[in-house]
């Protein structure tokens, strides 16, 4: 019984350091993200607010 466990336990710890992903290359990519977004709201911000303000006013 124990060595089926201490079998299972290691197959599980096993799986858990292969599934654990590559954190470096998570955050790049998330911080890469965030500046696109910033760097499109900056470029594209006052147009979505205009269109926003038109499709808004023709509403009421």
Do not use: H, K
Not at 12 to 26: K, S
Not at 28 to 52: H, K, Q, S, Y
């Amino acid at each position: 019984m124990n060595a089926v466990l201490l079998a299972l336990l290691s197959r599980f710890g096993e799986r858990v350091r292969d599934e654990r992903g590559d954190v470096p290359g998570w955050v790049m990519i998330t911080v890469m993200t965030a500046g696109l977004v910033a760097a499109l709201w900056a470029v594209a911000g006052p147009e979505l607010e205009r269109m926003l303000r038109e499709a808004l006013s023709s509403v009421a």
